[in-house]
């Protein structure tokens, strides 16, 4: 068993650093603090706490706070941040007025 997929593993008590309350992701104004308790409420990679705290998931879409979060994510683990997988990258989506859509000339017309 791969050691980061082994869930019972102990990486020790949470302890509260001076720092917990820096801003890491500002999109979703997500601290270091909260990103290291969900590591040790079991959440080991970044696509769980990507879900669990919504890190990258704003406006920049990971591109300020990922390397970060890698970092933070990796240090609580005691293991290197390049055996951590990244998360995926999706395109940001944004809302589209129903106006522009109904202008949009289409091809298929005749």
Do not use: W
């Amino acid at each position: 068993m791969n050691e980061l997929s082994n869930r019972f593993r102990d990486i020790g008590e949470f302890v509260p650093e001076p720092d917990d309350d820096r801003i890491i992701c500002r999109c979703e104004e997500v601290t270091k603090g909260e990103i290291r308790q969900a590591v040790h409420d079991g959440m080991y990679t970044i696509t769980e706490i990507r879900r669990y705290l919504r890190t990258g998931m704003g406006l920049c879409q990971g591109q300020t706070c990922g390397r970060l979060v890698k970092g933070i994510i990796a240090k609580e683990l005691g293991v290197s941040p390049m055996e951590l997988e990244s998360a995926t990258a999706r395109a940001p989506m944004r809302p589209v007025e129903m106006e522009i859509l109904a202008n949009e000339k289409g091809g298929g017309e005749a």
